[in-house]
Nanobody, 121 residues
Framework: QVQLVESGGGLVQAGGSLRLSCAAS????????MGWYRQAPGNQRELVAA???????NYADSVKGRFTISRDNAKNSVYLQMNSLKPEDTAVYYC???????????????WGQGTQVTVSS
């Protein structure tokens, strides 16, 4: 069974930085896109950033220029470097990966358990 485990969340002052990490483990043939989503209280889960297996990235407008997504395919891991954090970035951040677990199977989405990021003003 595939698991995604996130780390790196915490409490930081506005203007500070945090780096989130997510590692996938289990029987994995390959991983397609990986990404980070976030959900603040009372809001829907939203895409923050995504990266394809070839390294093409996509960002929400609200984080462009401040956040950087990267991945290490050899480690089945994805990272989110968050700089110039704002109070409105406060949310639970979830890792997502499209995972294939058998050679002839399809990719299916897998989620991490989430990590809290709190930015104080």
């Amino acid at each position: 069974q595939v698991q995604l485990v996130e780390s790196g969340g915490g409490l930081v002052q506005a203007g500070g930085s945090l780096r989130l990490s997510c590692a996938a483990s289990g029987i994995i043939i390959s991983i397609n896109a990986m990404g980070w989503y976030r959900q603040a209280p009372g809001n829907q889960r939203e895409l923050v950033a995504a990266i394809t297996s070839g390294g093409i990235t996509n960002y929400a407008d609200s984080v462009k220029g401040r956040f950087t997504i990267s991945r290490d395919n050899a480690k089945n891991s994805v990272y989110l470097q968050m700089n110039s954090l704002k109070p409105e970035d406060t949310a639970v951040y979830y890792c997502n990966a499209e995972v294939k677990t058998s050679p002839l199977g399809r990719y299916y989405p897998k989620w991490g358990q989430g990590t809290q990021v709190t930015v104080s003003s």
